[in-house]
């Protein structure tokens, strides 16, 4: 893809045009959003506003048409790129995007667009044991559509996280391809949150939690788990072992939820111990 990077960076017009197709085809919102990512890394958001323009016209019609994800994802890795690249700080730009994509969540933005009732309904007619729970719930006097729009909003909340976060590595990884090699790789590997980034991520979560902002604490893991996944990555490229092991460690982080709890547990020991930095001195 870095052939395609190198096109797109020939002139605005190309990743302009290359952005706003790639957004209007479905399921290739994640192509637009790293194009405008990658100018904003590069050029700057004023530079990059054009680009950013013609991916969001289609992303806009998506929205209209009742899928808000790639404008959502957008302007996520957007304010991402342009905190990115003014601050050079992985850990600061994935609480900033964590906090922007919870209060997106805590606005409804994510809410499905009839509502919760109808899709409670559906789920109630195509389940017995779904609806035995639903009615449960509403006698320990739980209110079942706040909690439906609250999973609803969180998981989608969830996806345009972790799409945001993907787009910009991408778009990162470009940029390193093109103007710095391996410059990328070196920064992945480096990645940790320090333990001020920490201590925000903790204070932020108890606040939502004592506000009711819930969206807080459901996405406020996921800079941990980003850097505990950068712990492993560094690991792996500091003792030079065989990418088969990368593949394994992913196809175990998205199938096994153990994997996801010691990954967040390396990630906050490495916040204290610096782990890659104890292991480049013993090499």
């Not at 050079?88 to 499905?112: C, D, H, K, N, Y």
Request: glycine share 10%.
């Amino acid at each position: 893809m870095l052939a395609l990077a190198r096109w797109l960076m020939r002139g605005t017009p190309y990743a302009a045009g290359g952005a706003a197709l790639a957004t209007l085809v479905p399921w290739l919102f994640w192509l637009g959003a790293a194009i405008a990512a990658l100018m904003t890394l590069r050029k700057g958001f004023a530079p990059a506003l054009p680009v950013i323009i013609a991916a969001a016209l289609p992303a806009g019609w998506w929205w209209a048409q009742g899928d808000v994800i790639p404008l959502a994802s957008l302007l996520l890795v957007t304010l991402m790129a342009v905190i990115l690249r003014e601050r050079m700080r992985w850990g600061e730009t994935l609480i900033v995007g964590t906090l922007v994509a919870a209060i997106m969540v805590q606005l409804g933005i994510f809410s499905p667009p009839g509502g919760t009732e109808l899709m409670l309904e559906q789920l109630r007619e195509g389940s017995e044991e779904v609806d035995r729970m639903l009615t449960e719930f509403a006698n320990q006097g739980y209110d079942t559509q706040t909690i439906a729009s609250l999973v609803v909003g969180g998981v989608t909340g969830f996806v345009v996280l972790l799409a945001a976060i993907l787009c910009l590595a991408l778009a990162r990884s470009w940029q390193a391809g093109l103007y710095n090699p391996g410059g990328f790789r070196e920064e992945f590997h480096a990645l940790r949150l320090t333990p001020k980034e920490l201590a925000l991520l903790a204070v932020i979560g108890v606040i939502g939690m004592v506000l009711g902002a819930h969206a807080l604490a459901m996405l406020g893991w996921i800079p941990l788990l980003v850097a505990g996944v950068a712990l492993v990555h560094g690991f792996i490229g500091i003792k030079g072992m065989n990418g088969l092991w990368l593949v394994a460690f992913y196809v175990l982080l998205i199938t096994t939820w153990p994997t996801i709890l010691i990954v967040l547990l390396l990630g906050l020991i490495d916040t204290f111990a610096n782990v890659r930095a104890r292991l480049a001195r013993s090499n």
